[in-house]
């Protein structure tokens, strides 16, 4: 059958269209190797701001015993400074999603830290080109849970997860995939 010119779809559904949701990208302490642990408000695939737009309240942590799997994952808090405020982790780049095309977000929550009290405030929100589309319960202290949500795409569209509270009351974020359903 002939195209007759009408566009064709490049959507290939269940291939992953966000590149390194598991993080893993940030494979490295770079000058501070050798150490256990590291973060940095960034990645290749990644950015970590606070909610006046700094680069202070998220970030990507190289230790896996925080990983939901690999070695490294995103967290939402107050990661360098102390400013209070809530922080937004999203990828560097829009995703390249096709106008009206529905899409799954799948992604694991948790609060991998030993103290019970320190998730009793932790939240996250994602957020689809701006807008809260889904926000998730407080997660329970050593514990990871899996969260699928369905959007629209306008093409170009902008994902990203907000959340956090204050060092301490985390929010960790691994695993995210972005598949055409």
Same mark, same amino acid.
């Given at each position: 059958?002939?195209?007759?010119?009408?566009?064709? #779809?490049?959507?290939?559904?269940? %291939?992953? /269209?966000?590149?390194?949701?598991?993080? %893993?990208?940030?494979?490295?302490?770079?000058?501070?190797?050798? %150490?256990?642990?590291?973060?940095?408000? #960034?990645?290749?695939?990644? /950015?970590?701001?606070?909610?006046?737009?700094?680069?202070?309240?998220?970030?990507?942590?190289?230790?896996?015993?925080?990983?939901?799997?690999?070695?490294?994952?995103?967290?939402?808090?107050?990661?360098?400074? #102390?400013?209070?405020?809530?922080?937004?982790? !999203?990828? *560097?780049?829009?995703?390249?999603?096709?106008?009206?095309? !529905?899409?799954? *977000?799948?992604?694991?929550?948790?609060?991998?830290? %030993? *103290?019970? #009290?320190?998730?009793?405030?932790?939240?996250? !929100?994602?957020?689809?080109?701006?807008? *809260?589309?889904?926000?998730?319960?407080?997660?329970?202290?050593?514990?990871?849970?899996?969260?699928?949500?369905?959007?629209?795409?306008?093409?170009?569209?902008?994902?990203?997860?907000?959340?956090?509270?204050?060092?301490?009351?985390?929010?960790?974020?691994?695993?995210?995939?972005?598949?055409?359903?």
């Amino acid at each position: 059958m002939a195209n007759l010119g009408r566009p064709t #779809s490049n959507i290939v559904l269940g %291939e992953n /269209i966000l590149p390194d949701g598991g993080f %893993e990208s940030f494979d490295t302490c770079g000058p501070r190797a050798g %150490e256990d642990i590291c973060y940095y408000n #960034s990645s290749p695939g990644w /950015i970590g701001i606070d909610d006046a737009g700094a680069p202070a309240d998220s970030a990507i942590i190289f230790y896996s015993p925080y990983s939901h799997s690999g070695h490294t994952v995103g967290v939402i808090t107050v990661a360098y400074g #102390s400013s209070g405020l809530s922080g937004t982790l !999203k990828p *560097v780049q829009p995703l390249n999603t096709v106008p009206g095309q !529905k899409y799954q *977000v799948s992604f694991f929550h948790g609060a991998p830290t %030993e *103290v019970p #009290s320190n998730s009793s405030t932790a939240f996250a !929100k994602l957020l689809w080109n701006g807008q *809260v589309v889904f926000s998730t319960p407080y997660p329970v202290a050593n514990t990871w849970k899996q969260y699928q949500v369905n959007v629209t795409a306008v093409g170009q569209d902008l994902l990203a997860f907000h959340g956090g509270t204050s060092s301490g009351r985390a929010s960790y974020i691994d695993d995210v995939s972005v598949y055409a359903v």
